[in-house]
């Protein structure tokens, strides 16, 4: 399996969120081949789509590379989310920290940029609409297309973005 990436809306409801789980870990499983090495996923951890993939790949029994964009990028997560992020990286096989302070919409691009380096597929948990701010679902799919690499879009039937 080549390394997938994970870009996806944040801020989805409960419901939404559970059908999003349901499809990343179906993409997950379509990528493993039997006998074939584990599958690779990468991620900058954040709530939502982000993390539930990573923790698909973990439970794959795959490796996991996680991407933090700033020093302050913990913080800027929702502090519900902080026991999840923590757990996630401290299960990451290796962890990429890019040498920025703020978290702010430039670093979790240039983060994004970082994990699309580390991938050959780009997962998008994405409605199609444009990025509602820079560094955005939209903006990462764009950037990756630009690359030429595989995109799958991901939006299950029934979800939906506040």
């Known amino acids: 399996m080549t390394s997938v990436a994970i870009t996806g809306h944040r801020g989805l409801p409960a419901a939404t969120l559970a059908l999003v789980d349901r499809a990343l870990r179906l993409e997950v499983a379509l ?8 599958p690779v996923g990468v991620s900058c ?9 990573a923790q698909a790949i973990l439970d ?33 096989h290796r962890v990429i920290e890019l040498d920025r302070e703020e978290s702010n919409p430039e670093a979790h691009q240039a983060g994004s940029l970082r994990m699309l ?36 879009v991901v939006w299950p039937e029934g979800a939906e973005r506040p």
Do not use: C, K, Q
Not at 122 to 151: Q, Y
């Open 117 to 152: 380096d580390e991938a050959g597929e780009l997962l998008a948990v994405w409605d199609g609409l444009p990025a509602r701010g820079f560094g955005g679902t939209a903006d990462v799919v764009a950037t990756a297309r630009a690359r030429n690499m595989p995109v799958t």
């Open 45 to 53: 951890l954040a709530d939502g789509p982000d993390s539930l993939f």
């Open 60 to 92: 794959a029994g795959g490796v996991l590379i996680a991407v933090v964009p700033a020093r302050r990028y913990r913080a800027s997560l929702p502090a519900f989310h902080h026991p999840v992020f923590d757990r996630l990286l401290a299960a990451a």
């Open 31 to 38: 990528r493993i081949r039997p006998g074939g090495p584990p």
